[in-house]
């Protein structure tokens, strides 16, 4: 096991990412604990849960992006996320862009997860925008963020079918179902120390024990998950 | 079973998957054979596996796109492929834009088979660009050919994961073995009438009895496939 990490997290919405985050950390499946949740919603769903946990929460709304609000909202950001004593920050349903001060304090410590295996699909909508497409897989991507939506290297990604008659709702919750799994586990690669990055690519030393077998039929996680049971 | 229809395919390359759709013909796994190979260069493997079936062969040098010759070439593919009595085009692994000519004469008759998870890493590099890019999950797609490259209607994708290490290389020879699965699969479902193109979608109806459970650990067929035997 590695030492134990603290997260910071960030959530906009409903945060069952948040939630996944919460619960592999409570079961002992990942060595981390949330030490805050930082939302910039008053009604953000993540709220409810980081309560239900004893967790502390912060709301920073940050006005438009790069007005002077979101400047300071930066700056509170990397202040809250040092109070806590944040190694990691983990945007989970984060609709807003991260600031660069919080990128320059966490570098290389930044992670993001979307609805779609970048590059396709990025921007706000990556479900509905695969639906419309007519792609036939798609899924998710946990990345290392970066000044650019979307675009830091990537460190695991996990595919699914998209079946006839899906929707944006129905393709959603396939890919959320394997965000909940991808999530915890870069997190842990993270905790480990097994990450590092050259260039656009994330080398996971030593490599993944995980094996593509056990994933379930119509699913393909990569690197294969280690933080489940068999 | 449907009526046996009659394929145009072009290649630029070696042709292996121009030979698996070959292969698929000969052993009866679909309702096709191939009428004639036509490809721009004098040097392409594909021309031996012509000859080594018996199947028609031109060579058309087509020079720049859009040129005149580009042209004129584009009228000859027409003749040569309304000659073979062709109902399918099949571009397999051919390096240059199809002439408009042909995507008229041919409407919605023209598939194109691209190493990548369309709409990621379009363009002559699929493999490399997916390596590059620190994708964790690449694969192959068919689809509709229309004017402008590895945009039209996607008809099946296959999705395998990208492991540390790779290269072009052993990427590209891991989509390639999805390449000779899927192509051969989206000429059977076009012979059986089952395609219907709605907007960007491809309907396949009735839809594919396969089964995810079939394909093997670390593969995605989407939708599955059904040519292939238990």
Chains 1, 2 share one sequence.
Not at 84 to 99: E, F, K, S, T, W
Not at 114 to 120: G, I, R, T, V, Y
Request: aromatic content about 6%; proline content about 5%.
């Amino acid at each position: 096991m590695a030492d134990t990490i603290t997260l910071g997290v960030f959530a906009s919405g409903g945060g069952t990412n948040c939630q996944s985050i919460i619960d592999a950390c409570e079961a002992g499946r990942i060595d981390a604990r949330v030490g805050v949740l930082i939302t910039n919603r008053e009604d953000a769903g993540a709220l409810e849960r980081a309560a239900n946990h004893g967790i502390d929460a912060h709301i920073v709304p940050v006005g438009k992006d790069l007005s002077e609000e979101f400047h300071a909202a930066d700056e509170r950001h990397v202040e809250i996320l040092r109070d806590c004593g944040a190694d990691l920050v983990c945007l989970a349903g984060y609709m807003r862009r991260i600031g660069s001060g919080v990128l320059r304090a966490f570098e290389r410590a930044v992670l993001n997860i979307h609805p779609a295996l970048l590059p396709s699909f990025k921007g706000a909508h990556g479900q509905r925008d695969a639906v419309d497409y007519g792609a036939r897989v798609s899924g998710a991507t946990v990345h290392f963020a970066d000044e650019e939506f979307d675009r830091g290297p990537i460190i695991i990604q996990a595919a699914v079918p998209v079946v006839p008659g899906d929707t944006e709702d129905t393709l959603g919750a396939r890919i959320l179902q394997q965000e909940h799994r991808i999530y915890p586990q870069a997190i842990q690669w993270f905790a480990e120390r097994r990450l590092k990055v050259e260039g656009r690519s994330v080398l996971l030393d030593p490599p993944s024990r995980g094996s593509y077998d056990t994933q379930g039929p119509g699913v393909i996680i990569s690197p294969p998950l280690e933080t489940e049971e068999a």
